[in-house]
C-alpha cells in the first residue's frame, strides 16, 4: 500500500486548484469592476476570440463544459451582448456561436487583468516550474484524447 502513487490525493488537489484559480479570477474581476463577468465568461471568450461562429458543441468540448451548462452561460452572455447565437447555413441543426463587438471589447479589458490575477496567484512558483506545469498538465489532457 506505500507504494500506491496518490492518485486521489492528485485528482484532488487539481481539483482544488482549479476552483481556487476561478474563486480568484472571480473576485478580482469583481473589484477591478466587472462583478457581472465570471471566469466562465472569459473561457468561453477566449475561445471565441481564437475561432469565431463555432458550433455550440465544438465549443461545449473546446471549453470543457456539457451542452447544458455551455447553454446556460451563452444565456447570460447573450444577455449582455457578449456573443449571439446564429442558425448555422449549412446544417439546419447546428447553431454557431458568435463573439460581440462588445464581447471583443471586454475580453480585451478582462484577459490583461485575469492574466494578472493568475500570474499573482502562482508568484510563488519559479517561470520554470511554471512552464514544467503547464507542460505536465497538457501531456496530460493528451491522454484523454
Not at 463577468?37 to 461562429?53: F, G, M, P, Q, R
Not at 439546419?92 to 471583443?104: A, P, Q
Amino acid at each position: 500500500m506505500d507504494n500506491q502513487l496518490p492518485y486521489s490525493e492528485l485528482f484532488f488537489n487539481l481539483n482544488r486548484c482549479a476552483i481556487r484559480l476561478k474563486t480568484e479570477v472571480n473576485r478580482v474581476l469583481k473589484a477591478e469592476g466587472f462583478g457581472d463577468i465570471t471566469a466562465d465568461y472569459w473561457i468561453v471568450l477566449s475561445e471565441l476570440v481564437k475561432s469565431d461562429n463555432t458550433p455550440h458543441n465544438a465549443l461545449a468540448a473546446a471549453v470543457e463544459k456539457d451542452k447544458a451548462a455551455l447553454s446556460r452561460i451563452l444565456d447570460g452572455m447573450a444577455d449582455k451582448g457578449f456573443v449571439k447565437r446564429i442558425d448555422s447555413p449549412t446544417d439546419k441543426r447546428s447553431v454557431l456561436v458568435s463573439i460581440t463587438k462588445k464581447g471583443r471589447e471586454v475580453f480585451a479589458a478582462i484577459n490583461p487583468i485575469i492574466t494578472e490575477a493568475i500570474a499573482s496567484s502562482i508568484s510563488s512558483i519559479s517561470p520554470i516550474e511554471t512552464l514544467e506545469l503547464n507542460r505536465m498538465l497538457l501531456q496530460t489532457l493528451r491522454l484523454f484524447g
